[in-house]
Each structure stands twice: as structure tokens, then as C-alpha cells.
């Protein structure tokens, strides 16, 4: 069929959508649309509530292009009245999913999709297969006290965040539209009791699943062993379909899988600087996606004990080190929510575990990669990678430039730098590609300087003995250690231009880190130290859970 094929994109609202996971999984019975406990059902039919004047701000070509869908001809289209949950493509059947999760710790009972509305997949064409979902679409039965509506902030966050990590090469749910939606939404931004209107928005995100851990653990938790299993079974099915059917050791096989892709996404994480900030269990992708993006954030200078949540400001649970951690123990309650499924602790132990060694693999195997080497297996190799980190710690080093910038350290004396010029014209050689990194580049002239140097010395010795090509050397580098990431205060910025009507400086960033690791001409200030004035400002640091 002609108009499948990608160049003829279709229009979203004539595009034939369906749902399997609605038509294969028990369906909440009550059809009323208020807040309450549902019970033995996977989600509640539900439609968007409209908005008064949807207009598109955002659109992202890339993700339309793989799922055929053409960009919307004006700002307030038929694809964009679907895009604000005005109007229904054929075939869709909407609906909130019902998922429960363990937040901060502690078991919250159900939780669901509060503001998100699942539209249903693709029915046909190269987009096939991809479920779209509006967040920020109006009340659904998990709305619980707030209102399921979303502002511009935190949209264009989650917007631009999940085309940028898929840019990166990070495993993530895409965001295929911003909307604003002509309405205001009222929100207490800094928890103070000043609650304030602000323009309201709704992202549509696509994945080919939105199911998360949460999901199963809600059933588990009640004891609803019928709809756990038939959840497991369309999970297994269709995204898992290499473990065969239905058994025992087919389940213990996906769970050992989500836990290894759950491993690489956190491996990807670390090595880009991400911070999720709310890695609660109903935040987890059974698929091994990033999802969910609330107060996350980009470390700038480095530090493992640095969250952007404010609400997890005093216990740092989400901190950036603590990821991987965190990733297991929402990993240990998986494996509890599958147990009666499996019915053998030690194999979703053996799964559990593999997380462990994955992480540790990828990891491994990404910083490697990051500093050019091949391979690090000798004596004092630990102990010399335990001093990087203690070295960047030390004084605030961006992480991002640092990293970035080691391709350009020289590694042996160049001609200009002899052994008759001394020690100390090589060492200024050596961390001068670095000095960018540095928000007080003065530290560099006196101890932490040399301390550097040394650990600068222990690296070329590494990758001289290792022989490497110096430019494929370089190549491998900048392919790991990205050049521009969205930096808090530039999505800030961005958002600020929005505010005001302006989406060129969102348009721009979108662009330049749709190829965060090549060089682009004039656009040097966006791969730059974060500036004084964020430093404090609100959402250029610290971010509230308000969204
Ligand atoms: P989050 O912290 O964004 O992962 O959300 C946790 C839970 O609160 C989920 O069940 C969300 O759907 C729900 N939620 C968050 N914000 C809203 C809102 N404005 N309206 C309705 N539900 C919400
Ligand atoms: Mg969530």
C-alpha cells in the first residue's frame, strides 16, 4: 500500500491504530471516569478531555519518519487536534493503565496512569507495532487528587530529554509532539503555598510498550494471580518472544532479560551523566527504556551524590551513584512480583544477579571507551581508575567537557615539548585541553593541577603501551563521550523562549543533539560550562516533583 510506505508518511488522523494490549487483558469493569481503587483489570477505558486551542509548538521529524506519520500541515491540523486528545484516529481505543510501585522505598499501592492516556498502536505500515500515548490528557481513574493535566515546562523537559537520549544512544520511550494546549494549569512550583497559573501542555510518547514494573507488582501485591499471569503471558508473547511460550522457565528467562537491559540502560546512564531523579518501581520500563521524565538531570560537575530532585534533596536516594543500586533493588521487586509465576527463588535470584555482572560488564566496557583504552586488566589498574574519579570529584569538573576534551590530551612529548624542556612543559601540554573543564580554572596551577598531571601520566602510559592508532583512538572516544548534552539551564532556556511563544531555541537544541557527538560550527556555546547565573536558578539545578 502506497500510502504505508515512508515517502508517503499518513496523516496521523486518518492512520488505523489498535490496541493488543486492551483487547488481550482484563479490562477495568467500571466505565466511570473518577478516581478510585480498580480492581483484577491491567487498565481503565478512558478518553482525553479536550483542550480549548491545541497548537503544535514541537514536532520531531526523526520519530515521525519511523513511524510514518506526516508532520501536520498547520499548527492546529486534524493530526494535532489528535495530538491534544481533541479527536480519535480510527481504531483507537483509549485507555489509562493501572500499575502500582514501590516510591521512594516504600510500597504506594496503586498508582496508574494519572495523566497519561494510552491512544492504542499503530495498526499497519512501518510504524506498526508503536504505542502512542498523551501525557498531560485530562483525568483517568488513577487521577487520585490532582488534576491530569501537564505544564509547558515539564513537557518540553520530557520532550526534549527523550529525543536526546535517543540521539546519544541511550535506551529510551521518543516523544513525537509538544502541544500547548490554550489552557492555563494552576501549579505550586516550589511547594510554598503559592500555587500559580501556568500554561498547560501535552507530550505525545511513543514506545512499543509503556509497561513497567509497577505494573506487574500491582497485581502481585493483591494477590490477583489471574490478571498477573495474563499480564506476563502478553508481556512474554510479544516483547519477549525468543523464551517460547508460557512456562515457568520462560518467565525466570524475561526476567533475567529485563534485568540485562536494565543493566545496559544504567550503564548508558552513567556514562552520559544522566540522572533519572525518581527511579521508583512504577518509573521502570519492562522494556529497559528510560521513562518518565520528571526532575531529571545532567551532571555538570561531577559529583556521585548529586540528585536534581528537590524532593529527594535530604536522603539523595536517586542520586546519580546510587543508580545502579537503585536499578537492582527495583530489579529485587520484580523478581517478588513474578515469584508466583516462577515458583523458583533461585533462578530470579540468578536473574537478579545478572544484573549485577552486566552492569559491571557495560559499564566497564563504556568507560574503557570513554578513555580510549582496550583493555585494563594490570596491577594499580583499579586503584588508578578509583583516582580518576576521585580527582574529578575533587574540585568541580565538568564532566561532560572533561571527558570529551581527553581525546585532545597529548599523549607523547610532541616536537614543541622535548625531553630538554622538562617535565613541566609536557604536563602544561597535557592538561591544557582540559583547563575548559574546570569552573575555577585556577585549581589547575597549583596541587590539583598536579595531582592530574599524574593520573594524565598514567593514562598515556596505558594507551601508549596499547599501541592504538591515535586517530581511531580519537574516533572511539568522541563516539562515547558526547559533546552537547541537554544541559538543565539550556532546556531552561528553552523553555523560557517557549513561555513566550518562541520555539526557535528548542527547535536549535533539538538539532544539535540529534548528533550530540560531532562537531557543529557555531554552535559552540551550547557544548559550554554551564554559566554563574544557573548555578542557583531554579530548573538550571534543582527541580521539583510540580509537573
Ligand atoms: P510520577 O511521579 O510523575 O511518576 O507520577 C506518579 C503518579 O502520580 C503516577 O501515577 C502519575 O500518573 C500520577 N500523577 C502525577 N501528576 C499527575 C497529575 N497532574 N494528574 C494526575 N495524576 C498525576
Ligand atoms: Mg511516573
Known amino acids: 500500500m502506497e500510502r504505508e510506505t515512508r515517502s508517503h508518511p499518513n496523516e496521523l488522523s486518518e492512520l488505523p491504530f489498535c490496541s493488543a494490549f486492551a483487547a488481550a487483558l482484563p479490562c477495568d469493569p467500571l466505565d466511570r471516569n473518577e478516581s478510585r481503587a480498580v480492581a483484577q483489570a491491567c487498565y481503565s477505558p478512558v478518553l482525553p478531555t479536550p483542550v480549548a486551542a491545541p497548537r503544535l509548538l514541537a514536532w520531531s521529524d526523526e520519530l515521525a519518519a519511523t513511524l510514518g506519520i506526516a ?28 500499575y502500582g510501585g514501590h516510591q521512594f522505598g516504600h510500597w504506594a499501592g496503586q498508582l496508574g496512569d494519572g495523566r497519561a492516556i494510552s491512544l492504542g498502536e499503530i495498526g499497519s505500515g512501518v510504524g506498526a507495532g508503536w504505542e502512542l500515548q498523551l501525557k498531560g490528557a485530562g483525568r483517568t481513574p ?122 545496559l540502560m544504567v550503564a548508558h546512564w552513567m556514562r552520559v551523566g544522566f540522572v533519572h ?100 586488566s594490570g596491577e594499580g589498574d583499579d586503584a588508578w581508575l578509583d583516582e580518576l574519579f576521585a580527582v574529578l570529584g575533587a574540585v568541580e569538573t565538568d564532566m561532560t567537557i ?23 612543559e609536557l604536563r602544561r601540554a597535557r592538561l591544557a585541553p582540559l583547563v575548559e573543564a574546570f569552573y575555577d580554572p585556577r585549581v589547575l596551577e597549583g596541587e590539583h593541577g598536579l595531582r592530574l598531571a599524574h593520573w594524565l601520566e598514567g593514562l598515556a602510559a596505558r594507551a601508549l603501551s596499547q599501541a592504538r592508532d591515535p586517530l581511531r583512538r580519537a574516533g572511539v572516544m568522541n563516539a562515547v563521550n558526547p559533546l552537547y548534552v541537554p544541559r538543565n539551564y539550556l532546556a531552561q532556556q528553552a523553555i523560557d523562549a ?37 548555578r542557583n536558578r531554579a530548573g538550571c539545578s534543582a527541580l521539583s516533583c510540580s509537573s
Open 277 to 376: 531523579g525518581v527511579m521508583n518501581t512504577d518509573n521502570m520500563s519492562i522494556l529497559g527504556l528510560t521513562i518518565d521524565y520528571g526532575p531529571y538531570g545532567w551532571l555538570e560537575g561531577y559529583d556521585p551524590g548529586w540528585t536534581p530532585n528537590t524532593t529527594d534533596a535530604a536522603g539523595r536516594r536517586y542520586c546519580y551513584g546510587n543508580q545502579p543500586q537503585i536499578a537492582a533493588w527495583n530489579l529485587a521487586r520484580l523478581g517478588g512480583a513474578l515469584l508466583s509465576l516462577v515458583d523458583d527463588r533461585d533462578s530470579l535470584q540468578q536473574g537478579l544477579e545478572h544484573f549485577g555482572t552486566e552492569f559491571e560488564r557495560r559499564y566497564r566496557g563504556m568507560l574503557l571507551q570513554k578513555l580510549g583504552l582496550e583493555a585494563l
Open 142 to 263: 488513577y487521577s487520585r487528587h490532582a488534576d491530569g493535566r501537564a505544564v509547558l515546562r515539564s513537557s518540553l523537559r520530557e520532550f526534549l530529554c527523550s529525543e536526546a537520549m535517543h540521539g546519544l544512544g541511550v535506551p529510551t520511550t521518543r516523544a513525537l509532539s509538544l502541544v500547548t494546549t490554550g489552557e492555563p494549569v494552576l501549579r505550586d512550583m516550589f511547594y510554598d503555598g503559592n500555587a500559580r497559573p501556568e500554561p498547560g501542555a501535552i507530550v505525545c510518547r511513543a514506545a512499543p510498550s509503556f509497561v513497567r514494573f509497577g505494573n506487574f507488582e500491582i497485581h502481585a501485591a493483591l494477590g490477583e494471580d489471574d490478571s498477573l499471569r495474563r499480564l506476563a503471558d502478553f508481556v512474554l508473547e510479544r516483547h519477549f518472544p525468543e523464551f517460547g511460550p508460557p512456562s515457568p522457565a520462560a518467565y525466570a528467562a524475561m526476567y533475567r532479560e529485563v534485568s540485562e537491559r536494565t543493566a
Open 402 to 424: 572533561f571527558f570529551r576534551r581527553l581525546a585532545q590530551v597529548p599523549l607523547a612529548p610532541g616536537p614543541r615539548v622535548g625531553a630538554s624542556s622538562g617535565d613541566d
Open 498 to 534: 517557549a513561555t513566550e511563544g518562541d520555539p526557535a531555541p528548542l527547535e536549535r537544541l533539538l538539532a544539535v543533539l540529534r548528533r550530540p557527538y560531532e562537531e557543529q560550527p557555531g554552535q559552540e556555546s551550547l557544548a559550554a560550562r554551564r554559566p554563574e547565573w544557573a
Open 71 to 98: 508532520r501536520p500541515g498547520a499548527v492546529d491540523a486534524p493530526a494535532v487536534q489528535v495530538l491534544a486528545g481533541n479527536r480519535l484516529a480510527p481504531g483507537m481505543r483509549p485507555f489509562a493503565a493501572r
